[in-house]
């Protein structure tokens, strides 16, 4: 009996997914996991970009990435994709913008539709590691950068500045120091003939 084919049923993620869930405590048991997924989901594709916990934040991000894949696969007159945006939007406005703004920004998209980075964390802290979930494409200002030289990032700025004020005073330095030498060398000059002049004089003076 010829199995069927499992990628031609369900599209494949485009992240990778780890073989056991990520453990996510909640007082409520799974119910309580699912509605704080829910909720992570919702909040996702309402601002699109969110910072939360780590382990929240990369389990959320696999329902996010199928939620995404599913719209663009099927659209918004397929019955069964409809029924899983309305479970995972708890705002149900985000199910038109789900299919009109975010199915049209990335049905061309070779790559994920998310995009997971580390945040900056506070040295001592108790609290765990937290990450920055967001949607490619969002209005926000891009965290990070390509270049690993951005001249124009304030650190580079401010250490361009000093590098500069720290070379013009080594400049005015080397420079004070050749003229108190070249000024010394005119005095030595000027003072060996009245020394010679002298000698000879006391010589004529004992004879």
Not at 92 to 106: A, D, Q, S
Not at 126 to 136: A, F, Q, S, T, Y
Not at 158 to 178: G, H, P, S, V
Not at 197 to 202: A, F
């Amino acid at each position: 009996m010829n199995q069927a084919d499992v990628s031609k049923l369900v599209s494949k993620l485009r992240i990778r997914v780890p073989a056991e869930p990520r453990k996510l405590r909640n007082i409520k048991g799974p119910e309580g996991r699912i509605d704080k997924l829910r909720k992570t989901v919702t909040g996702l594709i309402k601002y699109e970009r969110i910072e939360l916990n780590s382990n929240r934040g990369q389990e959320a991000r696999q329902y996010a990435e199928r939620l995404i894949s599913e719209a663009i696969r099927h659209g918004d007159c397929h019955k069964p994709t409809m029924d899983i945006a309305d479970y995972w939007l708890l705002e149900k406005e985000l199910i038109h913008k789900l299919f009109k703004v975010l199915v049209p920004r990335f049905q061309d998209s070779n790559t994920c539709y998310t995009r997971l980075l580390n945040a900056p964390r506070i040295i001592h802290s108790r609290n765990p590691d937290k990450v920055i979930l967001e949607l490619k494409g969002n209005p926000y200002p891009v965290l990070g950068s390509n270049k690993m030289n951005n001249r124009f990032l304030i650190q580079n700025v401010l250490l361009d500045a000093a590098k500069y004020d720290y070379r013009q005073a080594k400049y005015a330095e080397f420079a004070k120091k050749i003229v108190n030498k070249e000024e010394k060398i005119d005095t030595t000059e000027t003072e060996a003939p009245s020394i010679e002049k002298q000698q000879s004089d006391d010589k004529l003076t004992q004879s």
